[in-house]
C-alpha cells in the first residue's frame, strides 16, 4: 500500500512554502502520495500515514503556524512517521553542515519521536514582510540560500524510508 503524506508548513514570506512544495513534488515523483498545505488550513492529520512539517526560523524560534500545528495535533501525530525541517539560515551554512534544529523543536521531537530534522537556507528578498526581514534585506543580508537538490534528496531519503517501513524495498 503506498503512503499518503502531509508536508504541512509554516511560512511568512514564501520560502518555507516553496521547500514544502519540493518536499511534496519530489515525494509525488517517488511514487508516494503528497500534498503540501499550510499547517493553519489543516483540520486533521488522521487520512495521512506519514506527515513532514516544516517551518521558518525567525529570531531562533520555529514559524509559530509550524509549533501551533504540532500542538494542535500532537496526539493524531503521535506513532505516524513524522519528520521535520527548518528554512532560515540566510548564508550557506545549511549546505555546508548539518545545522541542528532549535531547542524548542528538539523538544517537539523528542515527545513525539521524529524519525528526523534537516535545516535548508532560507530566502529573504525585497518585498519581504516584516520589518525585522525588510533592515535584514536592506542590510544587504538578504538572498536566496535554499539548495534544491539537496532538498529533493532530502525528500528520496523519506521516500525511500516509508517504502522500506511498508515493505515494498523498490526503490
Known amino acids: 500500500m503506498a503512503a499518503k503524506v502531509l508536508v504541512a508548513y509554516g511560512s511568512t514570506n514564501g520560502s518555507t512554502a516553496r521547500?514544502?512544495?519540493?518536499v511534496a513534488e519530489t515525494l509525488r515523483r517517488d511514487g508516494i502520495e503528497a500534498e503540501a498545505l499550510p499547517a493553519p488550513s489543516v483540520a486533521a492529520v488522521t487520512p495521512f500515514d506519514a506527515v513532514v512539517v516544516g517551518g521558518g526560523l525567525y529570531a531562533g524560534r520555529?514559524?509559530?503556524?509550524?509549533?501551533?500545528?504540532?500542538?494542535r495535533h500532537r496526539r493524531s501525530l503521535a506513532g505516524r512517521p513524522l519528520w521535520f525541517f527548518?528554512?532560515?539560515?540566510?548564508d550557506g551554512s545549511a549546505s555546508?553542515?548539518?545545522?541542528?534544529p532549535?531547542?524548542?523543536?528538539?523538544?517537539?521531537?523528542?515527545?513525539?519521536?521524529?524519525?528526523?530534522?534537516?535545516?535548508?537556507?532560507g530566502r529573504l528578498e525585497e518585498g519581504?514582510?516584516?520589518r525585522v526581514a525588510r533592515m535584514i534585506v536592506h542590510s544587504g543580508?538578504?538572498?536566496?540560500f535554499r539548495d534544491f537538490p539537496a532538498i529533493e534528496a532530502w525528500a528520496d531519503r523519506i521516500a525511500k524510508e516509508l517504502d522500506n517501513r511498508s515493505g515494498g524495498g523498490s526503490r
Do not use: N
Not at 527548518?86 to 540566510?90: A, R, V
Not at 555546508?96 to 541542528?100: G, N, Q, V
Open 19 to 22: 521547500i514544502a512544495r519540493t
Open 86 to 90: 527548518s528554512s532560515g539560515p540566510l
Open 128 to 130: 519581504a514582510k516584516g
Open 62 to 71: 520555529w514559524h509559530k503556524d509550524a509549533r501551533r500545528f504540532v500542538r
Open 102 to 121: 532549535v531547542a524548542a523543536v528538539r523538544r517537539m521531537m523528542t515527545r513525539l519521536d521524529v524519525t528526523g530534522h534537516a535545516t535548508f537556507g
Open 141 to 144: 543580508k538578504g538572498g536566496d
Open 96 to 100: 555546508e553542515r548539518d545545522i541542528p
